[in-house]
């Protein structure tokens, strides 16, 4: 079968560091992506790791343990237009299809 | 712009009418997908077509009939649908493009739509 599991909600202030975890469980395995989506947007694509690992991307990084069927994002610097839903979505192995999760909303304060 | 368009971006329809949702991208991409996002659920992939084949078909109801004429071109055909399927319906695309740099999916504004 196929599963992802996120946080459902988290709340962080301006300015800290916020890690978004991510565990999966898929039959398959070609990526691993992370989307962004605010309230009544589309979403739009923040990382792609393939490989073991860290990827740092400005502001956000992503880290991948295939091993372990784990990811996470971090996300430093927090601004309020941080606010969103972060989708954790692994690919398949076909690469024909994102799998996503349920979401983590963050909650940004000042 | 993210280079998908989606219309209209809202319907309301009847149980009894049939409607088309249509999705275009200007990105050059050879894949199209088409989601269904419900409050509290997960995006669910209904339909994905790479160079205007069908490749996969998430075991969606056949009230639910997709149509690739091109590969910029997506509709989702819509008849005689029940209220459950009221839902944001997302259209994406991806490929090997000078913009995509990991064939990510980019994806539409949706369609809101809402089943009386």
């Known amino acids: 079968g196929q599963n992802i599991d996120q946080p459902t909600e988290m709340t962080a202030t301006e300015g800290a560091i916020v890690q978004i975890n991510c565990t999966y469980q898929t039959s398959g395995f070609n990526g691993l992506f992370w989307y962004q989506q605010h309230a009544g947007e589309a979403p739009t694509f923040l990382s792609y790791n393939v490989l073991d690992g860290l990827e740092e991307k400005g502001r956000f990084s992503s880290f991948l343990s295939r091993s372990k069927g784990y990811s996470y994002l971090l996300l430093k610097e927090l601004q309020m237009k941080d606010s969103a839903s972060y989708l954790c979505a692994p690919m398949n192995q076909a690469g024909t299809a994102l799998i996503f999760g349920k979401g983590t909303t963050l909650s940004v304060s000042s | 712009e993210t280079g998908v368009t989606q219309t209209p971006r809202h319907l309301v329809m009847g149980m009894t009418n049939k409607k088309s949702l249509k999705c275009e991208q200007h990105?050059?991409?050879?894949?199209m997908y088409w989601y269904k996002q419900s409050a509290k659920k997960p995006l669910e992939l209904m339909f994905v077509?790479?160079?205007?084949?069908?490749?996969e078909n998430n075991s969606v109801p056949s009230r639910f009939s997709p149509e690739c004429p091109n590969s910029s071109h997506l509709f989702l055909h819509l008849h005689t649908l029940q209220p459950e399927d009221s839902a944001l319906y997302l259209c994406?695309?991806?490929?090997?493009?000078?913009?995509?740099?990991?064939?990510?999916?980019?994806f539409g504004p949706g369609t809101r739509l809402t089943v009386l």
């Open positions: 994406a695309s991806s490929g090997t493009s000078g913009r995509s740099s990991y064939n990510e999916q980019f």
């Open positions: 990105l050059g991409h050879n894949a």
């Open positions: 077509y790479s160079l205007e084949e069908r490749v």
